[in-house]
């Protein structure tokens, strides 16, 4: 199957994309309470950027398909979005032994045509997403709600600072927090990020 996947570490920033590859990889293996996603769209990430560094990523581990979010179709027809985090303390498709990690960091990820995943993480995608949209919502948009309602557990009427506005976190921090009632603040060294976050809902 078709797959973008990283074989070699670049040494700088300046050369992250000569251990990039798009070519041909094997298809998922199958495995009891995981399940196989003919992906319709993924979505990229800074993680993946990472990735390219060996961050997260262990040189042993190559060659290894980058992504961690998608949203495609299961074997029986239905509709989801991937989500993106493997094992952990709960351990679902893995047991509860197994380290937290992402897509991409111990099993191939989501920039492939199929995915194999942990059942328990597929999620159904909403009627009213495209399968682009549902695409971009996992990483980015849980880690800024995590960050405004778990951790930070933002009330209507308070005020948040957002920094770095224009970043697939930032810009999902602004549009929940300004949905949540929260007066929202953001900086920016980019004057046309700063007015777009404007747009979406930034104080």
């Known amino acids: 199957m078709l797959a973008a996947y ?3 570490f670049g040494a700088s920033p300046d050369d992250l994309l000569d251990g990039l590859e798009v070519g041909d990889r094997p298809e998922p ?4 309470h995981w399940t196989t996603v003919d992906v319709r769209a993924a979505s990229l990430n800074h993680h993946d950027l990472w990735s390219l560094r060996g961050v997260g990523l262990r040189a042993e581990a190559l060659p290894m398909t980058l992504g ?4 495609g179709v299961t074997p029986d027809g239905r509709e989801v979005v991937v989500h993106g985090v493997v094992g952990g303390a709960l351990g679902h498709g893995v047991g509860p032994d197994e380290p937290r990690s992402l897509l ?3 099993y191939p990820g989501t920039l492939a045509e199929r995915v194999a995943v942990p059942t328990w993480n ?3 995608k909403p009627a009213g997403l495209s399968f682009v949209e549902a695409a971009c919502v996992p990483t980015a948009w849980l880690t800024a709600y995590t960050m405004l309602f ?3 557990r933002a009330t209507p009427g308070q005020r948040v600072l957002v920094q770095g506005a224009g970043g697939g976190v930032a810009t999902a921090a602004v549009l929940l927090g300004a949905a949540a009632g929260l007066e929202v603040l953001v900086t920016s060294r980019d004057e046309a990020r700063r007015a777009r976050a404007v747009e979406l809902g930034a104080a």
């Open 29 to 32: 293996e199958e495995r009891e």
């Open 122 to 124: 597929l999620v159904d």
């Open 150 to 152: 778990t951790r930070g």
């Open 104 to 106: 991409s960091e111990r």
């Open 68 to 71: 961690t979010d998608a949203a």
């Open 6 to 8: 990283v074989t070699r």
